[in-house]
């Protein structure tokens, strides 16, 4: 680690500025490994309380727009706000079920006040919440990071598909497995520049191969506009009522759970000492920028896990590189056709890049875990339990549809039910009764770094 800074100057991998042609390539295929999530939450939410397409499309372009702005603060960062790490921020998909719920009864009015007074609070919180850093020791960083990988993986599969089982054919599967081994290859026989972009380079070679074959559309780049304004409340003036700030204020708290486990994830990845302080920044940029978001007519944001994979597997850990791509996001935003450009990149071309990327989280993850003393069963059960609560989403997506609405907000996502089980049973196991030197003799079991100890 200290000969890499030498090697720099002293200066951290993670605060490296790259030359303007690469951060604008790695930039770029972190855009591109991130849009299905971005345009998923709206295309939702807007199918469940029936907006008209001329909305949806206007929704996805703010949301293209926010999600540049959300970026910028977490990896630049300002004042007491931002990371300053290689954070990607997305629309977390946590909120889905709520704002279809509150859309139903309050309209879009109705989810951006509940949006922006929610944001306002995790601002608030965002401090006391980091104090809790040492209930992320490595046991609980590494099983989440795992699940992270692992429970994106039957996404990846069903973009494989084509994204509706019932439609699955052939020549998705198979260019799904064209563009698999086209990024193996090029990781295989390239090992700089090359071999790090091989997502972005995947992702072009599919859509040619897939334009070439007539498997991609590209009919709304035709009918999109060429210039796109986002503007403040365009449907109207924020309504708050009480049930909907609650039910979203709910929804922050997990997307602090998840997003302080990826900004340990990313710690981890990036070697990079990760503080109480640099969790409370990185917090409050999830709440600034989700109370602006209610202003811009987006949704609540959150560390977006599907690129912790991209990090790791390119080890490119530049926080620039991730700011060219909010920069890139923010151009989306006003060219409503270049943003339909991005968004006709075919499921399954996605799909064969999501299996690479996907999976390399979850080794992150399993590196993570080689760490713990796992001979230890209080470990081995705090792991095996957690992995088990985390795939149940994945597996039987339906397991938890007759629970009340509290429990199905918190536990189907896997990644946030792996966060609060993994939490729990360590505080059982590890913490309760026992002394700290005990604890940390299990398999680091209540210190996540030196530092993190100190400053709690």
Known sequence: ??????????VHPVD????????AAYGLQHVLAMYAGIVAVPLILATAIGLPEEQVVYIIN???????????????????????????????????????????????????????????????????????????????????????????????IRWAGGGDPSAESFSNIGLAFAVLVFILALTRLFSGFLGRVAIL????????????FGVASFDTVGTSSWVGVTTPFEFGFPTFAIIP??????????????TTADI???????????????????????????????VFNAFPFTAFAQNVGLVRFTNVKSRFVVATGGIILLILGFFPKLAALV??????????????LFGTAAAAGIQTLSRVDLTDNRNLIIVAVSVAFGVIPAMVPEFYAGFPESVRIVFESGITAASVSAILLNIVFNILGRSESQATHSGDATAHTPRAREEV
Request: charged residues 10%; hydrophobic residues 55%; neutral net charge.
């Open 201 to 212: 380079l995947g992702l072009v070679f599919g859509t040619v191969v897939a334009t070439i």
């Open 62 to 156: 703010a949301s293209f727009f926010m999600c540049g702005v959300a970026m910028l603060i977490q990896a630049i960062g300002f004042w007491k706000f931002g990371a300053r790490l290689p954070i990607v921020q997305g629309t977390t998909f946590a909120s889905v079920t709520p704002m279809i719920l509150i859309g139903e009864v309050y309209g879009l009015p109705g989810i951006y006040g509940s949006v922006m007074v929610a944001g306002l609070l995790t601002v608030l919180v965002a401090p006391y919440f980091s104090k809790l850093l040492r209930f992320f020791p490595p046991v609980v960083t590494g099983t989440v990071i795992t699940i992270i990988g692992v429970s994106l993986m039957p996404v990846a």
């Open 264 to 294: 340990l994830a990313i710690g981890e990845i990036t070697e990079k000492d990760i503080e109480s302080n640099d969790v409370a920044r990185g917090l409050r940029a999830d709440g600034l920028s989700t109370a602006v978001a209610g």
């Open 245 to 258: 700030i609650v039910s979203m204020c709910l929804v922050m708290l997990i997307v602090m759970v998840e």
């Open 16 to 23: 490296e500025v790259l030359p303007p042609g690469r951060m």
């Open 343 to 356: 968004a006709s990149i075919p499921l399954p071309v996605l799909g064969g890049a999501g299996l690479v």
């Open 1 to 10: 680690m200290a000969e890499e800074r030498d090697r720099r100057g002293g």
